[in-house]
């Protein structure tokens, strides 16, 4: 850290050389960096403001290639530069699409639609709104995980990352009478985290708690606007997730299973409408929001019940997260441990894969 000080110390100092102008921008630059980054002071990012801009290449003719070359070097050591402009953006769709196949089972219509949607939108650079699904299904089929799953490929630190940001509706806004104050709070903090990073990622899990004053007073950010009060949020993702509609969906798969077709034939033409009559219906925030009325989730993504063969496939991936490989014995005995519904066809694990991590210590040597 002394030795950066010293090294912008030293440009300044042979300021004769070079235009002023630009060693002051740049200077003042990364002092600002390290005063809000690495001291933590108290500062807000100003997108209008040149001080808080990466300094850009036409510059940089005016320094010593030796300077500029020791100077990038620390910059890029934070992790805040690279060949895709920003070290904390992965864009691995080859990851994502992956991952989905691999990792994620029985939700053979998530895995299509999350790819295309994501992927469209990383494509588009010049999109009109952000990119907004809302994913719909029992607790333990998948959402939460494939949420997770983007933030991972997209983001070099997952979930982690500065640029993403996770609310859960009942731990974040438990309060009705507070519902002004986390209006406040929440535009504030989308505000910040879309001027501090190029492409964002919101998640809203529990969604359906969320109060619809909550939702409404952060429409403006996911419509059609080219920016709200001097900032873009085009490049933003919202991920809302609910177990809204979660009994409908059943319902359809086991039409299916009576039917004696594949759960793969189920199509978002079966799904999405009967989700957003779901959704438009329910209690709590996502009916009675302009979110609704407005027509601004681009896709209500279902996630199907899973069945046994499902619950073995999570199992087998539990223990190799261990580094163990069962037999086909254990896996039945962890799968049939779990608890499956209708009472009479019993085909749908009740808690889906959500526990499985938890009870194969029960099957452990």
Not at 133 to 158: C, E, K, Q
Not at 333 to 350: D, G, I, Q, R, T
Request: charged content about 20%; glycine content about 8%.
């Amino acid at each position: 850290m002394i030795s950066i000080v010293i090294l912008l110390l030293a440009v300044s100092a042979e300021a004769d050389f070079f235009q002023f102008d630009s060693i002051s921008n740049v200077s003042t630059y990364y002092f600002n960096y390290i005063y809000c980054n690495l001291w933590e002071g108290d500062c807000q990012p100003n997108q209008d403001d040149a001080t808080q801009q990466v300094p850009t290449g036409d510059i940089w003719p005016s320094f010593p290639q030796y300077y500029t070359g020791m100077l990038m070097a620390w910059y890029c050591s934070l992790g805040q530069c690279c060949d895709t402009g920003d070290c904390r953006i992965t864009h691995n769709i080859t990851g994502l699409e992956r991952d989905l196949q691999v990792k994620l089972h029985g939700q053979h219509l998530a895995q299509s639609v999350v790819l295309k949607a994501i992927q469209g939108f990383i494509n588009n650079p010049e999109s009109n709104k952000p990119l907004t699904l809302s994913f719909h299904g029992w607790s333990g089929t998948g959402n939460n995980f494939v949420a997770r799953i983007v933030a991972d490929n997209l983001y070099r630190d997952g979930i982690k990352s500065e640029c993403v940001r996770l609310f859960i509706a009942p731990f974040h806004f438990p309060h009705t009478r507070l519902v002004d104050v986390y209006k406040g709070q929440l535009r504030e903090a989308i505000r910040d985290m879309v001027l501090r990073c190029p492409q964002t990622l919101f998640i809203f899990d529990e969604a359906e708690k969320l109060h619809p004053g909550l939702i409404d007073a952060i429409k403006p950010y996911m419509d059609h606007y080219d920016n709200v009060d001097g900032v873009n949020y085009r490049r933003a993702i919202f991920l809302f997730l609910s177990n809204i509609g979660g009994g409908a969906i059943n319902d359809v798969a086991l039409d299916f299973w009576h039917s004696g077709q594949n759960r793969e034939d189920i199509g978002m033409e079966d799904l999405e409408h009967l989700l957003r009559a779901e959704a438009m219906e329910a209690e709590g925030g996502f009916a009675q929001s302009e979110l609704m009325s407005g027509h601004l989730i681009d896709f209500f993504v279902p996630f199907l019940p899973l069945e046994y063969r499902h619950v073995k496939l999570c199992a087998r991936d539990a223990y190799a997260a261990r580094g163990l490989e069962p037999d086909e014995g254990t896996l039945d005995e962890v799968a049939k441990a779990m608890l499956y519904v209708p009472k009479e066809e019993k085909l749908f694990s009740a808690q889906g894969c959500k526990s499985i991590p938890q009870r194969i210590n029960f099957f452990l040597p």
